[in-house]
Structures are given as structure tokens and as C-alpha cells.
């Protein structure tokens, strides 16, 4: 992934993208946001402000048809649209989800996909050694199983983002396939469900999960994948690995650019540079 953008130059980004025609082709667009934190003060990466975020969904209800990230790939491949499709997903499993996103979703009836590392939820000493940002050992900073329970019973889908958030790229095949099954595991007996789809960890193709890690979930029983890639889903992604925008604190007209095409070029940037150009 290539270094986050600070916010003075996000601004001006917003401000140059504002004008000019929306790109060929932007009403047939299938885009899947990853949010991870909704808050108003905590410090965890890729956090948007309450205020923001309502912003953001409400603008993606009026403007856009909003579904729920297990049918992007099948979406994309559906006939000429009238306007984007795109699909509102979550990281991790922090606390805020329920807090302060879950009320905005539900008020304006966006199905959201939240994955989550179970690992985290069962508080493993490990796992929260490595999430060492502000706030993150502090009790209350995941959600519990009851909260995520309720958001399933809301209308929520929930997803699989491994036991213990670690990369997969980095993990040999026996220590992948664990914490694959476990992750999916403990979430299919928690909500009595089949989960279907996975986020990868960090989801960088090529630099952070492989055609290994796609033959593994697939083995596991995934049958869609999250990465982070800085463009739209097309026709020919396979469904194990979909493109999705980082969402942060994001402007309007940021996130119009990211939905209507105008900042796909970064995507190509990140699937054909060198990994030397890429930022760790």
C-alpha cells in the first residue's frame, strides 16, 4: 500500500477532484469501502469521525445502490447499471462499530459486512500486544460477542479477519490453515452460521497474502475475499481477492472521486509497481 495521505494534501486532492466530468462508465462502478473505527477522539488507525461517516452514508443512499459486499463480484458482472453499486465493509472489530456506526447504518439502511479477528474479541494477550495503538488495551475497545450477535440479528453480515491478525504471506502453510479454520470456526459457532467471506490482514496482493492464501480460504470453505486495493472490482477479479478503498477521514468529495473512478489510477500504481516502491 502506498503511504496514507496526510490531511492538507487530502484537502487539496478533494478540492482538485471536485470539478470535471465523472469518468466513462461510472454508472455500471462496483466499489467496496473498508472502514475500521468510528469515533470521535480514539486514536486507531483509520478512524472516521461520527459526523463524517453519516456524511458518507448518506450521500452512498442517495447517490448510490448500496448491497452487501457478498455480491460485489457477482455485481459487477450484472448488466448495465444506473448507478454505482457499492458495498460498506468493516476491520477488525472495534467497539465504535457498534457504538457509533451501527446506529448510522441502520438509520439509513446500509447492510454492512464487519469482519472480524476473533482473537481479538477473545481479548488473547497476544493479539493485543500487537494492536499497540492509544486505546487498544483498554477494556471496551472490541466488541463482545453479544454486540456482534445483535449486529447479525440487525441485518449485519459478518465476515472472518483471522484468529490473530497476522499475515498471512508470513505464516507457512500449517500455521495459515490454523488460523484460518480457527477464525472461522469460532465465528460459525458463536452466530450458528456459515461464514463465507474473509478479509485478509492488512490485504495487500502480493505483499501481504498470495494465490497460496487464496487456495487455502478456498479450502477452509471462504467463497469471497477482501484485499486493499485502491480500485474499483472488475468483471475479471477473482472473487477471493476484491479490490476495496481504505476509507479515513475522508471528504465528500474524496470519497465521490474513489466511487465514480477518479482515483483507480492508484490501484494500477499499486498492482504493477515494483514491491521496492511500495510503501511497508
Not at 497476522?166 to 469460532?186: E, N, P, Y
Not at 485478509?200 to 497474502?209: A, E, I, S
Not at 469471497?224 to 479515513?248: K, T, Y
Amino acid at each position: 500500500m502506498v503511504k496514507p495521505i496526510s490531511n492538507p494534501l487530502r484537502k487539496r486532492l478533494g478540492s482538485s477532484l471536485r470539478w470535471g466530468p465523472r469518468l466513462p462508465g461510472w454508472r455500471e462502478r462496483v466499489d467496496v469501502l473498508c472502514y475500521h473505527s468510528v469515533h470521535p477522539s480514539m486514536s486507531f488507525p483509520s478512524s472516521t469521525p461520527p459526523e463524517l461517516f453519516e456524511r458518507h452514508m448518506r450521500w452512498l443512499r442517495e447517490e448510490c445502490d448500496v448491497i452487501p459486499f457478498a455480491r460485489a463480484w457477482e455485481e459487477r458482472r450484472r448488466a448495465a447499471r444506473s448507478r454505482p453499486a457499492v458495498a460498506v465493509t468493516f476491520d477488525d472489530g472495534f467497539a465504535d462499530n457498534h457504538t457509533y456506526a451501527l446506529p448510522t447504518l441502520l438509520r439509513y439502511d446500509i447492510p454492512a459486512t464487519f469482519f472480524i479477528t476473533t482473537g481479538l474479541i477473545q481479548r488473547l494477550s497476544d493479539v493485543i500486544q500487537q494492536r499497540s495503538w492509544p486505546g487498544w488495551r483498554d477494556e471496551g475497545s472490541s466488541l463482545t460477542w453479544t454486540q456482534i450477535i445483535e449486529m447479525q440479528g440487525l441485518g449485519m453480515e459478518i465476515g472472518a479477519h483471522g484468529h490473530r491478525h497476522a499475515v498471512f504471506s508470513r505464516l507457512d502453510d500449517d500455521a495459515a490453515h490454523s488460523d484460518l479454520t480457527t477464525c472461522k470456526q469460532i465465528l460459525e459457532q458463536r452466530l450458528e452460521t456459515r461464514i463465507v467471506s474473509i478479509a485478509y490482514p492488512k490485504g495487500r496482493p502480493r505483499r501481504d497474502f498470495s494465490d497460496r492464501t487464496i487456495h487455502q480460504a478456498r479450502d477452509v470453505g471462504f467463497k469471497n475475499g477482501a484485499a486493499v486495493l485502491s480500485r474499483g472490482v472488475r468483471p475479471s477479479d477473482d472473487r477471493m481477492s476484491i479490490a476495496r478503498f481504505i476509507v479515513e477521514e475522508d471528504s465528500l468529495d474524496i470519497l465521490r472521486a474513489k466511487v465514480w473512478g477518479k482515483m483507480d489510477a492508484i490501484g494500477l500504481f499499486q498492482e504493477r509497481a515494483p514491491l521496492s516502491l511500495l510503501a511497508e
